[in-house]
């Protein structure tokens, strides 16, 4: 929940989609009302090395929630996109997320704006 978190608010957009993922999440897992005071406690590099001793599948189920999560709202930003891939590569996770794969959606941040690197 803290590294969906964290891509959740990485544009500082919060959208209604990626609410209604996070709570799906938050449902299917059974987290309902028990995770939100863990969540902001948790420091992310404690989530990060917690999911470093996942075994490979979790790992990958991880990784595709991330990335779930970064495309929800029809638009990948560029910020997300750094975390995933700063996320993954803490955890040994041998993922990149790749912006080709999604045609349908659009791209934010220093992505259509390379000035925006300089704010970064």
Do not use: W
Not at 42 to 70: H, N, P, S, Y
Not at 77 to 95: G, Q, T
């Amino acid at each position: 929940m803290k590294v969906l978190n964290e891509i959740l608010n990485a544009d500082s957009i919060v959208h209604k989609n990626e609410v209604k993922y996070m709570n799906e999440v938050i449902r299917d897992f059974g987290l309902e009302g028990k995770y939100e005071n863990d969540v902001k406690s948790l420091m992310t590099l404690q989530a990060l090395a917690t999911i470093r001793e996942l075994d490979v599948e979790l790992k990958e189920m991880v990784a595709k929630m991330m990335g779930k999560m970064i495309v929800i709202d029809n638009d990948i930003n560029y910020n997300e996109v750094k975390l995933y891939n700063a996320f993954c590569e803490s955890c040994n996770i041998e993922k990149n997320f790749n912006v080709d794969e999604y045609e349908d959606v659009t791209l934010s941040g220093p992505f259509v704006n390379p000035e925006g690197l300089i704010n970064i």
